[in-house]
């Protein structure tokens, strides 16, 4: 995966620090230097990048460490926390309950690929059992409709929408309340890009949201957004309950630094990644693992907790 | 630091040390404002050997010199080398050689490619050409009948055969047919594809050296971050590689979308010129088909460094 260039470029980072000889504010100012040009490169925020290095750099104040501690470690080891920080959302992904009705709404950016990942989703857990179903709110982009069930044709998964209905509210209701009479367990709203600045937009989300309660609340991102992706996100979860996050295009040579910021932005961890433009191009993702991989170190738990 | 922004004139001419925090300062807005990072480290370096060894003017600060080169900079490169205007060209075509001029749109996934095509040919037809329009994505669920629907609302004609056919064909068939009802200009879509996903590649090559279009534009958005240096190189390089004659068509305009989404984080707009050379003939500002502007060069400089 890409991801991982950038986790080499950091580790890289660290370990050339680790081979100088000296370790004085110089090296220390040379190597965070290094990572915050790994970390823009990939696209991660400005501000978030100034404040993981003002972080590390007040948490290992050099003057103020005793004679005979190991700087370099301790150094590692602030990096490798700050980094962490960035990439835990702080809270859990939300379970769904098998036996009863989940409904689960998309949202996002305009083609990003909410409406690809809406049929990945609902595949990947009919593979895994589930009575899936696909609902099209998505009244606004020509076509719409025939993706989505193009789609859901395809993967064999029952869907719901009109292509003359105009208000996507309805639609979506009508939808989640047929599927929920003939009790699917996993109801799955696709909805229209949108973003920020279009203050109609967010409200006709927000309406939908209190409507259709879903369960969760997914955001996608697709992985090669720059520094705009940390204000949209934001937006994204003042105006709703965002609750999990996917990102996509991961395909391709982005190194989703931006999307990874977002993270931040939703405090809401990545649950899936897209891989592809077909069916089973999705990957389960994990937070933990992947900043581990990230900095591509084995002995990283062995840093954090000594 | 204070010193340096202020220093006055009198003193001796800009030095190295005089320029280095300045330049990072500049290199630091410009990607917070979305320019790819390795672009703006060059923009500022030969920024700063323009002014390196230069006397400041009486009450000129540091960073108002280095302002005021960067804007030059910025000015000259963001200026297009020549006109972007499309319609004489296409006069010229209809009248000396008889025949439709052919557009093509391409790029990476879900950055506009159809809905800019649509609001092309909006434009075109407002400029009083005929349009037919060409559905060569033959992959997307959904992306032909997107198509269909455009082509309702804009009263022209959609060539298509449906999914699964050779793109380059269906585009060969598609100019036939605009020709035998003698339209203007050709509209061609073709499917999003990831800069490196070769056989992909491949086939635009073909559907390029099959149909010899008047003019490739490659769809890029204004949300994209650093991958757009390699997205913009790795479709010109593939457009060189891949056809297999003498003189290869390669990208010769950038339309840039979703621009209504980003604020002032045009960044983008930097990274994609400058990769390319090669201007930006519209901006997308929105989903309806008036949203297609073009774009002063001041908008942009300004909102740089702002
Ligand atoms: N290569 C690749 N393409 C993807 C992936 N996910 C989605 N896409 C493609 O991205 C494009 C946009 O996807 P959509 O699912 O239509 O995006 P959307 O968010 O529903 O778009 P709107 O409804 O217009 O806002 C399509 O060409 C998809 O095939 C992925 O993981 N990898
Ligand atoms: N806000 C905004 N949205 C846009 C703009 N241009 C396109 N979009 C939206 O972006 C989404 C994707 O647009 P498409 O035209 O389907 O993109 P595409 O590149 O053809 O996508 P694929 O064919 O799937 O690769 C749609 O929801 C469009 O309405 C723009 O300038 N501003
Ligand atoms: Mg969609
Ligand atoms: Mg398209």
Known sequence: MVLNELGKKITSALRRMTNSTVIDEQALDDMLKEVSRALLEADVNVRIVAQLRTNVKKRVNLEELAAGVNKRKLIQKAVFEELCEMLDPGNKPVALKKGKPNVVMFVGLQGNGKTTSCAKYAYYHQRKGWKTCLVCADTFRAGAFDQLKQNATKAKIPFYGSYTETDPVKIALEGVERFKADNYELIIVDTSGRHKQESALFEEMQQMADTIQPADIVFVMDSSIGQAAYDQALAFKQAVKVGSVIITKLDGHAKGGGALSAVSATESPIVFIGTGEHMDDLEAFNSVSFVQRLLGMGDVSGLVTS | MLSFWKRLTGQSSLSKEDLEPVLQQFK???????????????????VGASV????????????????????????RLLTPKQSTEVLADIEKVNAIERRPFVIVVCGVNGVGKSTSLAKTCFYLQKHGKKVLIAACDTFRAGAVEQLKTHAACLNVELYHQGYGKDAATVAKEAVRRGTEIGVDVVLVDTAGRMQHNEPLMRALAKLVSVNQPDRIFFVGEALVGNDAVDQLSSFNKALMDFQKVPNPRLIDGIILTKFDTIDDKVGAAVSMVYTTGQPIVFVGVGQTYYDLRKVSTSVLVNALLR
Do not use: Y
């Open chain 2, 52 to 75: 390196e060894g230069k006397r400041l003017e009486s009450m000129k600060s540091v960073k108002s010199a280095v302002r005021e080169a960067l804007h030059d900079a910025l000015t």
């Open chain 2, 28 to 46: 630091t807005t410009l990607i917070g404002k979305n320019v790819a990072q390795n672009i703006a480290e060059k923009i500022v370096q030969s």
